[in-house]
Nanobody, 118 residues
Framework: EVQLVESGGGLVQPGGSLRLSCAASGFTFSSSVMSWVRQAPGKGLEWVSTIYKYISFTSYADSVKGRFTISTDNAKNTLYLQMNSLKSEDTAVYYC???????????WGQGTQVTVSS
């Protein structure tokens, strides 16, 4: 059974940092394309970042480029999203997903809430 379990969300002040984690199981994590996608209140899904581990390539949405970093720990089957210089517009539920953005998202986690507010 495939499972993706996010953690690390919370309330942070503008300019602060958070690191999200996504624990993966039930598939070959080390060779999978993995993504972070977010959904702000009242808005649709927004792609944030993808890591293509088999070619050591990462990509980011313009809105987070230079502030967010996607990474993995294959020994722990865990995907991370380091978020720095957070802004109020980063407030959203963050989901990790297997696949994306040019290939189908096969599996999704349950999401973790990030709120950026003073």
């Amino acid at each position: 059974e495939v499972q993706l379990v996010e953690s690390g969300g919370g309330l942070v002040q503008p300019g602060g940092s958070l690191r999200l984690s996504c624990a993966a199981s039930g598939f070959t994590f080390s060779s999978s394309v993995m993504s972070w996608v977010r959904q702000a209140p009242g808005k649709g899904l927004e792609w944030v970042s993808t890591i293509y581990k088999y070619i050591s390539f990462t990509s980011y949405a313009d809105s987070v480029k230079g502030r967010f970093t996607i990474s993995t720990d294959n020994a722990k089957n865990t995907l991370y999203l380091q978020m720095n210089s957070l802004k109020s517009e980063d407030t959203a539920v963050y989901y990790c997903a297997k696949g994306g953005p040019t290939s189908p998202y096969e599996y999704w986690g349950q999401g973790t809430q990030v709120t950026v507010s003073s």
